[in-house]
């Protein structure tokens, strides 16, 4: 309990303060059921996200290996397919927390290499990595997004308990305490004033 001087200014005061703290718990609260349950979709979200990825891997490393049977290894033609520079990164927010959004601009599939000394199986397995791409994209910000809320719902947790056990209770006191002593000098007061009415009658 913190020693306040037990004023009505003192009481004014801590009962503005008290009624800060609430507000400032119910919003915190509200934030941290939101971020919740973003977080929940966002689970989800990403569970789809991987079983859809473990799929598209298993069928672009079926292809692959389809295209290295039917064209002989591929090896040499892996350096001449280019780095993809269509992705982005940008930011939203979601009650003050900075989230990622991973941009893919995604381009007509233009394969790097010769189509006459390939075949269409090459192209299959070229198009499964590219759908692979797009995925890990799509899960990379799912991820992040998921770690990023995590730590902002820690963070309001510690505080809504700090406003609930510690800082609300502590006021809730300190209104009580300097309300019983006002209370108490009122009373002493009356007192000593019906002790000098009774007094000056005599």
Same mark, same amino acid.
């Given at each position: 309990m913190s020693s306040v001087f037990p004023t009505k200014g003192n009481l004014i005061a801590t009962k503005k303060s008290l009624s800060l703290a609430q507000t400032g718990f119910d919003l915190m609260d509200r934030k941290r059921n939101i971020l919740i349950r973003e977080m929940?979709?966002?689970i989800d979200d990403a569970k789809v996200i991987q079983s859809? =990825?473990?799929a598209a891997f298993a069928e672009a490393y079926a292809a692959l290996q389809t295209a290295n049977i039917t064209t002989g290894a591929i090896h040499s033609i892996v350096p001449g397919v280019g780095i993809d520079n269509g992705f982005s990164v940008l930011r939203r927010s979601v009650m003050g927390v /900075? =989230?990622?959004m991973v941009k893919y601009k995604k381009e007509v599939a233009r394969p790097a290499y010769a189509l006459l000394s390939t075949g269409t199986t090459l192209d299959i397995a070229y198009q499964k990595f590219s759908e692979v791409k797009e995925l890990c994209a799509r899960l990379a910000e799912v991820e992040n997004t998921i770690y990023r809320l995590a730590i902002a719902i820690k963070k309001t947790q510690k505080r809504v308990g700090a406003l609930k056990n510690i800082i609300i209770p502590d006021h809730e006191q300190t209104i009580a305490r300097i309300? /019983?002593?006002l209370d108490e000098? !009122?009373? /002493? !007061?009356? =007192?000593r004033m019906k002790v000098i009415k009774a007094t000056k009658k005599k």
């Open positions: 929940m979709g966002m859809r =990825i473990n /900075e =989230i990622p309300t /019983e002593v000098k !009122e009373r /002493e !007061e009356f =007192i």
